[in-house]
């Protein structure tokens, strides 16, 4: 059964950081493609990062040189470290897993950033 749990989401003020975890259990990780999805009310979830196996990343126009992805193959982890959050950066942030067809997501974390 494959398992994706995020955590480290929570409240800050606008400037602020976090850093963002996702366990993955249940999935051959080291060949997955890992990525980080957001959704804000109202809005489609979108893309936010995503580091291929190979250690490749692709970053969303909004976070580059905010955000950095990253990942522990022996840990199956993936992090998001972000940094001088916005309040635009206000959604739900949710972990995913790809590889070929099949594709898996966490059942997300809550992100606000204040003014």
């Known amino acids: 059964q494959v398992q994706l749990v995020e955590s480290g989401g929570g409240l800050v003020q606008a400037g602020g950081s976090l850093r963002l975890s996702c366990a993955a259990s249940?999935?051959?990780?080291?060949?997955?493609?890992m990525g980080w999805y957001r959704q804000a009310p109202g809005k489609q979830r979108e893309l936010v990062a995503t580091?291929?196996?190979?250690?490749?990343?692709n970053y969303a126009d909004a976070v580059k040189g905010r955000f950095t992805i990253s990942r522990d193959n022996a840990k199956k982890m993936v992090y998001l470290q972000m940094n001088s959050l916005k309040p635009e950066d206000t959604a739900v942030y949710y972990c995913?897993?790809?590889?070929?067809?099949?594709?898996?997501w966490g059942q997300g974390t809550q992100v606000t950033v204040s003014l």
């Open positions: 580091i291929t196996r190979g250690g490749s990343i």
């Open positions: 249940g999935i051959i990780f080291s060949i997955n493609t």
């Open positions: 995913n897993s790809h590889y070929s067809l099949a594709d898996y």
